[in-house]
């Protein structure tokens, strides 16, 4: 081959190498893309709450009440279906005639935009005022759950009537404190590929007087321990965060 033959294919030869080169560059950014895009994983079934929660249980039945509960969203309910994927609103009598509203609201993702609402926002937003707020941490050691449940206690009020109300929050493996906390515990779960779900486990009574609501909440706190004791382990796990 002549000197100005191999002179003309060395521009050649240096063009496909490049292009060699990028090409090998484009494969490796689609395949480290692929690899460091994160795959979201997130419950697959929904329970059925009405079908998991006893109507009767320890000395425990559910009644017919006269009392409307609070509504789960803060316009009255008209985003239940948005915000969740079960729903579950009873009312039990233990042997002592004390009553407890029970609600249940379950959702199989949680999101930034689309998240369990806080019952103190939902009582406000339906006409109550908010007279106190309290936290307590209560053991579940008797149903197998070591870790503390982070229950939140209210005592609200509107026109009508007074409310002792004791909830918590599950998302994930958490009780998120407030609304902040609960962004910050979905953002961080997102970022590792996990879409959570959570339950909101919420127990009410009517009280006739304010300074009734004392005794409410431990009436409120021995129901909830009594529910869950009623479920199986396996089912236990929805309504609080795994040990």
């Not at 950014?29 to 320890?58: E, G, I, N």
């Not at 009553?99 to 949680?110: K, N, S």
């Not at 926002?121 to 982070?150: D, R």
Request: charged content about 20%; aromatic content about 6%; hydrophobic content about 40%.
């Amino acid at each position: 081959m002549s000197t100005a033959t191999s002179n003309a294919l060395a521009p050649l030869n240096l063009s496909w190498n490049k292009s060699l080169v990028v090409c090998a560059f484009l494969l490796l950014s689609a395949l480290c893309a692929l690899l460091l895009t994160p795959r979201y994983y997130s419950v697959t079934t929904v329970p059925d709450l009405a079908k998991m929660v006893p109507t009767k249980f320890k000395n425990w039945k559910e009644v017919a009440s006269p009392y409307n509960q609070v509504g789960l969203t803060t316009d009255k309910n008209s985003l239940v279906n948005q915000l969740y994927d079960g729903v579950l609103m009873r009312t039990y009598v233990n042997d002592k005639g004390n009553q407890v509203m029970l609600a249940l609201a379950y959702a199989r993702e949680q999101k930034q935009d689309i998240k369990i609402h806080r019952p103190e926002v939902c009582y406000v937003a339906q006409g109550f005022e908010m007279l106190q707020q309290t936290k307590n941490n209560i053991s579940m050691q008797q149903n197998q759950i070591t870790k503390p449940v982070a229950m939140n206690r209210l005592l609200m009020r509107n026109q009508n009537r007074a409310e002792a109300v004791s909830y918590w929050i599950r998302i994930g493996d958490a009780y998120p404190g407030d609304g902040m906390a609960a962004r910050m515990k979905i953002l961080r779960e997102g970022l590792h590929g996990k879409v959570l779900d959570g339950i909101l486990v919420r127990a009410s009574t009517v009280l006739d007087e304010e300074s009734e609501s004392s005794s409410a909440y431990q009436i409120q706190e021995e129901f909830l321990k009594d529910l869950l004791n009623s479920l199986p382990a396996n089912q236990q796990s929805l309504l609080v965060a795994k040990s």
